[in-house]
């Protein structure tokens, strides 16, 4: 250990003179922060994706039966009159369907979204007039919540059986400790379906309707309160409800006068099955139904998945009939383990090579020392981590990854000072603290313009702004433990290195310092030769280098403009499971839908069986497993669209390919996704078909949103625009939410039916109960409130000529509903739509990037179909949603965030320079890390996007700090009185080393990332692109840039010194 040198009294006061003398206090710092840290980090929630408020409430009413139009006007028109003055409320998105009103209430961000959900409820709940045959309205939080683990109970035994075993395997899993909730779907409800032929009713002088009370008043269960007794008290309760259809077919209906009765069951047929809904679910060719269980924010999904698993081989497995079986479809936990360890793979492999760098340009304890103020910044990061909510996910870890360059500079910086005072002469002690003093003004401003950057990132809008919110809140707090552990710690493990030019033998000693050497020589030869030349440039033409500089930075902007790099506001996440949603016009019966879901599940086989003959001779084909789902759309989540629950549709289809281990075989799913779409074309009978491979939907790049208060019109308008959408080269998967729909059968009453004093409701419940049914009730079965319905057989209702020739009674006997009531055929629509109370059309697509950009698409339409078509429809109206909206709202609130930031780096950078105009010379770095980060991008052939931005802002802090902390060089040799060409000159060389080290070891802490070829990081590729090249090319122009400008400055202040003397 060295001796500490002549150290003043006056020299050990302050924090850092404190606490480099006090090694206990220095290292007890240190061992909280990485105690602490490995504590909070045993505890932090890991999950690949973080959970966030969508700002969103969806309103739900059901309606059974009623047409759109009618659901419509009586309950989605009533219900966004009322919630119009609603605090908060920015959008209002409705759609009315057959039988179901949904209404999304999307809020300004910032809205406490609970209190905006009461507001809802109570609004909703003042609204008297919505129809008797409508449901309680449903208001709820549209959230990020998604299933962690999904099993499929499959099997070839009866649909019954299935569900029962899925009911049972949710209940046993609810009992789990760690499992909170798991629901089935796939599965149609349960129902009860009493049939009564015509002739019998009128045999008996009944109604459907008389049955159905009938029904209702004989299955009940009433408590009748206590009887209190000498002896205790007594509950008192009626029994007679019934469960199941023997009880339902024991109920009487009429007394004859011979004493007996009549029973349901002998003049009906009671039918106990499941909704007549057109719902199924296949996996692998049987019938399957689904079991998801949902994790809590709190909840640990490795823990949820290793109780699950734990309970279906223990407990399951071993319990199923023969011929069914259980599968995990989907398991986070895998997703977890693989995509959190790549970017700990990447992030360990970064470290490493950043210790290398420091290695080779540093002494190597000091080396070791600079890692370890790495790896304590890391642990005190994960304690802020745990007091601020923030989980360990992919975004997290990126921020980790991006922090591992940047906060390396704190240290180097520190450490260079000290080694520097070493090499003066200085030793020990008054080494460390004389050169921690020396830099700590700068290294902490520094620091705070660095986290002004990042800050500006917390403002970020919409779900990206959401999902990526934690990587500056990380990097902050990476940044503020760092610049406390370079200032308090690191001073004190450094004041006791050997003293300069005491060296260790050793083999692995020797091949180091001629490694050091080496690089020292490098260094050197680079000092003196090109940047001594560039350097005399800048200093005796400094307009050619900045007149350089600004023909880059036109250039790089001019790449964005023209496409060379393409614009990509959101990249997409891939997933493991690819999805086709098939929709087909609305009536179409489901077999002919199944039909065509099978064209393309046998679309899929072929494009496995071509991708895997593309693989080496002798490896196993590509191995996957399907999911067949007829009556509903794979719920890929999309936080910029609707979320809307439908009934089962027999007219929608999905198909789902999940990927087993492909990534191992270098093969994406998005290679899986053209190979499967080039395989199946559209076929020619459907209305859409999209096929996805994102894990995490974030709209669509063109999403357009036509309104027209002539609804004719606008089906006109909107099948134009879709024509002309179609035709752009580049896009597919071309969708409009509007739709013909089902043939309508209008029937109003005639003067006749009117003479026979038929009342309109008494004839349209009587047809409602005849061919929709009447409901009689609800039992409880399991963990459904089933239904009981009682209507006409099958074959007495379907066909229009059952309609006409029902029997409808009316107070002077039974009528022919043809003579009472006109009926006419119309077309209904499917869906009715409506944004900020106007009906709507949604037009969408998606661009295949190598061949067009939604930005070029985009303008396309803009400037050659919307004006168009506006100037042929005054009254048209139209507007942005999905990718370009969420981009237009993020370019606006982030450029103005960006702009305050700027303006606080300038003022925080102005007090210790004491000048105006040095500031502005620090901050012409900017643009110079922003060509770095376009070039990178170029060379890469990655499109920019919005994570790209939130590198660049990291280039931004390393940037400014190396500008800061050159020009404080060049400050301090012009005070000793060098002229200005030589202190610039000589202070840049000064810094070159530092600066280079800082650049290296910020590319080496990406540069794993930068060359990922997994496609589970490639959606952050373009971050550490920007932060590695940003960094590294605008280092080389940075060396030249800032002398020219600091030249410029003082050429313009000789300059008007001699005009002044010359006027005075």
Known sequence: MSDDGHVDRASIRGPIGFM???????????????????????????????????????????????????????????????????????????????????????????????????????????????????????????????????????????????????????????????????????????????????????????????????????????????????????????????????????????????????????????????????????????????????????????????AVKRYLDAEVVPALPEGVSVELWKDDSEEVSGRLGLMTENALIGFALVFLALALFLEIRLAMWVAVGLAVSFMGAFLVMGFLGISINMFSLMALVLALGIVVDDAIVVGESIFAERERGQRGLAAAIRGTRRVSTPVIFSVLTTITAFAALLNAPGPQGELGRGIPLVVIAVLVISLLESLLVLPNHLSHLAAPGVRRSGAAQRMLHRAQGAVDRTMKRLAEGPLDRGLRVATEQPSIVLAAAAGLLVISLGAVASGIVPNQFITPIEGDVVSANLEMPTGTPAERTARIVAELEAAGRRAVARLSDGGDEGEDPLEFDVAVTVGELAALYDPLGGDAVEAARGHLGTVQFKLHDWDRRGIAASDFERVWRAEVGIPAEAKSLSISSNLLGLGLPVHYELSHPDPGRLEAIAAEFTAELTAVEGTFDVRSNLDEGFRELQLELNPEGRSLNLTLDRFATQVRSAFFGAEALRVPRGREDMRVWVRLPEEERNSATDVENYLVRTPGGEVPLGQIASAGFSRSSAAIHRVDGRRAVTITADVDPRIATGQQVNARLDNEVLPRLTSENPDLAYSYGGQRKEQDHAISVLGRSLILALLIMYSLMAIPFGSYTQPLIIMAAVPLGAIGALAGHMLLGLSWGLWSLYGLVGVFGVVVNDSLMMIRFINDLRDSGLEPADAVISGAKERFRAIMLTSITTFLGVAPLVFETSTYAQHLVPLATSVGFGVFIATILLMVVVPALVMTQYNLAARRERWRLARA
């Open 20 to 306: 480099a003398k006090n090694g206990i206090a220095a290292n007890v710092v240190m061992l909280f922060l990485v105690l602490a840290g490995l504590v909070s980090a045993r505890n932090l929630v890991q999950e690949v994706l973080p959970d966030f408020s969508l700002d969103r409430v969806q309103i739900l009413v059901r309606y059974p039966g009623a047409a759109p139009e009618e659901v419509e006007e009586s309950i989605v028109r009533r219900i966004e009159e009322q919630i119009r003055a609603v605090d908060g409320l920015n959008r209002v998105e409705s759609t009315a369907s057959e039988g179901l009103a949904s209404v999304i209430a999307e809020f300004t961000s910032g809205t406490d979204v609970n209190r905006a959900l009461n507001e809802l409820k109570a609004e909703v709940d003042r609204i008297p007039t919505f129809p008797a045959a409508a449901e309680r309205p449903e208001v709820r939080e549209i959230t990020s919540r998604q299933s962690v683990i999904r099993l499929l109970v499959y099997g070839d035994v009866p649909e019954r059986t299935l569900k029962e075993l899925a009911y049972g395997i949710e209940e046993g899993l609810s009992a789990l400790p760690e499992v909170s909730l798991a629901e089935i779907s796939g599965a149609r409800p349960y129902e009860i379906s009493i049939e009564v032929p015509l002739r019998r009713l009128r045999a008996l002088g009944l109604t459907l309707d008389d049955i159905a009370f009938a029904v209702r008043q004989s299955s009940l269960e009433l408590s009748a309160g206590r009887v209190s007794t000498s002896g205790d008290d007594i509950l008192v309760r009626t029994l007679g409800q019934n469960y199941e259809q023997v009880d339902f077919e024991e109920i009487i209906l009429l007394g004859r006068p011979d004493g007996t009765s009549v029973r349901l069951g002998e003049i009906a047929t009671v039918r106990d099955g499941f909704a007549d809904t057109d719902l199924s679910v296949r996996y692998n060719g049987q019938t399957a139904v689904r079991v998801d269980v949902f994790r809590t924010s709190d909840e640990q999904v490795l823990d949820i998945a290793e």
